[in-house]
């Protein structure tokens, strides 16, 4: 014989656990049992466990009800209609199968076989980054790429899931997932997927400067992570841009970068016909004479710009 949980049953443990593991997990009652042997022995006071006791479930239970919205997100997402009609967007790493992107507010990512949900930065866009997967040990999740702005006066930043609903404390500070609107890189500065396209750092802001994984031939450039500003390159000089793993001796925030030209438009001090040019951007005064740096478009994704309509 075998017990199979309900579509609610399972909603509601997979909320419990994302809000609070120990509500789910066996933890918590085994203490309670290993505090009770104790008693049975002598060796602890019976009034001092049950207020210990209560007093852990009743920090639990305000943590569970600040957090509440989680469940609302999980609960909208496996009983709505709009997850039948989710778009497939990129490949879990534990179940092999595409995570559906739910695209009504707030946006998220919902897994059909384990009933999970992903909470994903609000107020840009999302594009797919060609089957990249997230360079940290034992993530496996597909990158996106969070855009913020519209028209040409857009920038993107590296996304991944699990990152971003996992971050790690030595990374640095990180958003609440799915909170708030994100005007700025989701992952925090110190993540190996922001590592991973990092170039230089941004002194200004106290952030890094990265490359742009939205961008492409002709538009290559350089977006901070902590800032609207961003670092153009001349498309007509600049054939491709790459980061590499090396970095600088002295500082790990700066990445070895190449640059690809077109024929006979390399920048002086270089030769023209120089096809490509490696260098730690800080450093080079190629490279740095050809960077054009401006602020970009902090317009939230879907909101109505221009004036009213008027008397």
């Known amino acids: 014989r075998r017990l199979v949980p309900t579509q609610l049953g399972t909603v509601l443990v997979q909320g419990y656990y994302r809000i609070d ?13 290993k505090q009770c ?70 946006m998220r990512l919902y897994n059909k076989v384990t009933e999970e949900v992903h909470s994903l930065p609000q107020g840009g866009n999302f594009k797919l980054l060609s089957g990249r997967i997230c360079p940290t040990p034992g993530c496996g999740y597909e990158l996106s790429v969070y855009v913020i702005g519209q028209g040409k006066e857009t920038r993107g930043y590296p996304l991944c899931p699990g990152c971003y609903n996992s971050p790690q404390p030595e990374w640095g500070h990180a958003h609440a997932p799915g909170k708030g ?48 500003f961003v670092i153009s390159f001349p498309g007509d000089v600049v054939k491709k841009i790459t980061v590499l793993n090396t970095t600088h001796p002295d500082c790990d925030t700066q990445h070895l970068v190449q640059f690809d030209f077109h024929p ?48």
């Open 264 to 311: 006979n438009k390399a920048p002086p001090p270089l030769p023209p016909s120089t096809p490509s040019h490696k260098c730690f951007v800080l450093e080079d005064e190629a490279i740095q004479g050809m960077m054009d740096v401006k602020s970009s478009s902090n317009r939230v994704f879907g909101s109505r710009g221009g004036r009213g309509r008027g008397r």
């Open 21 to 33: 593991a120990d509500l789910v997990l066996p933890l918590v009652r085994s203490s309670i049992e």
């Open 181 to 228: 609107i994100t005007l700025e890189c989701p992952h925090p500065d110190g993540c190996p997927v922001v590592h991973a396209f990092t170039v230089c750092d941004d002194e200004e802001t106290g952030g890094v400067f990265m490359l742009d994984p939205s961008c492409a031939a002709p538009n290559w450039r350089l977006v901070s992570s902590r800032s609207n």
């Open 37 to 106: 042997d104790l008693i049975a022995k002598g060796s602890a006071d019976k009034n001092t466990v049950v207020a210990s006791c209560l007093a852990a479930f009743e920090r639990k239970y305000l943590y569970f009800v600040s957090n509440i919205e989680r469940m609302d997100t999980l609960f909208e997402a496996s009983f709505s209609p709009l997850t039948a009609g989710g778009k497939p967007w990129s490949k879990c790493p534990r179940t092999n199968r595409f995570l559906q992107l739910i695209q009504s507010r707030p």
